[in-house]
């Protein structure tokens, strides 16, 4: 993936990185799951970088625009039971 990763602030997500080439998104959450979302535009990134920069909710952000929008790939499984 692309630099920077971006580390949040949130309860539920620890780490995101984005990939504008492959428009590609990779989450890790905090239960250590992590998941790679497919054909993100560049503007959605844009917006939900700003709530990660200005420590807005970055999980109501990823329910809501991201979670059940976009095709995703588990990449890992964490040691948590937590549902992401």
Known sequence: ???????????TIHKVDYNEK???LEIEFRSGNMYRYYNVPP???KVFQLYIECE?????????YIKNQFTSEKLKSGAGEADD
């Open 1 to 11: 993936m692309s630099k920077p990763v971006f580390t949040t602030k949130s309860s």
């Open 56 to 64: 807005g909710s970055a999980g109501s952000f990823f329910n809501e």
């Open 22 to 24: 492959e428009k590609t």
């Open 43 to 45: 503007r959605m990134w």
